[in-house]
């Protein structure tokens, strides 16, 4: 119960979880691969790593991926003392504050697997990547062609496009993965666009909000 409510309250690392929980280390690591083969606990790693990194788990972070273990230790385990106080008003104002966060992190899930699914690409290896420094939402690889897409996520609507990939583009600088032979193409994902672009600095970019990506999703029904 610790460990869930430690990674539902937004601490990602091994240490923090430790730190928060305070279980003797080998138990936390016992417990989180307990808790990932049910199903509960997503452990990741920079899709660029090896899975031996992920093995040693150095670097690695720690999600909810059951939707609903993640929301109840969110809004209503963490708040478990107002809840059985009657303080329901606390809590709905709690909810209401956090929840765009919330579904902003389930919405990099679902941007991530739309991907995976969409006929529009070919990729064999999707994920987030980050390093102590900068983050990158999505990424797919094609390792057979040295393909690469990164793409940004924004739960908001009347986005730039042009600006997110701006962004990108400066951060992909520091994704090492065939840098010097790989093509390039960018995604913005949001809950709608003030303008969209197809195209940036010569590369290609393609971008979704909620009405293109239920339009695709019908495409595969």
């Known amino acids: 119960m610790s460990i869930i409510s430690s990674i539902a309250g937004g601490l990602t690392t091994f240490n923090e979880i430790f730190n928060k929980t305070m279980l003797d280390k080998s138990l936390l690591s016992k417990y ?53 106080q009657g303080n329901f008003e606390f809590v709905l104002k709690s909810l209401k504050r956090d929840m765009d966060l919330f579904i902003s992190r389930k919405f990099e899930n679902f941007s991530r697997e739309f991907l995976s699914i969409c006929n529009l690409w070919k990729f064999n290896k999707i994920g987030r990547w980050w390093n102590k420094n900068e983050e990158i939402d999505v990424i ?20 730039n496009a042009e600006n997110i990939v701006r962004g990108c583009l400066e951060k992909s600088k520091f994704v090492e993965w065939n840098k010097e032979n790989r093509k390039e193409s960018f995604a913005v994902f949001a809950k709608s666009f003030s303008r969209k672009i197809k195209e940036f600095e010569g590369k290609t970019v393609y971008c979704f909000d909620l009405k293109d990506i239920k339009k695709e999703l019908k495409k595969l029904l």
């Open 140 to 159: 797919a690889l094609n390792e057979e062609k040295k393909e690469i897409l990164l793409g940004e996520c924004k739960w908001a609507d009347n986005i």
């Open 32 to 84: 989180l691969s307990i808790l990932e083969v049910l199903g509960i606990v997503e452990k990741e790693i920079p899709i660029t790593e090896s899975y031996k990194s992920k093995l040693k788990a150095k670097g690695a972070l720690y999600f909810l991926s059951d939707n609903f273990f993640d929301f109840w230790f969110r809004f209503v385990y963490l708040n478990k003392q107002e809840l059985e």
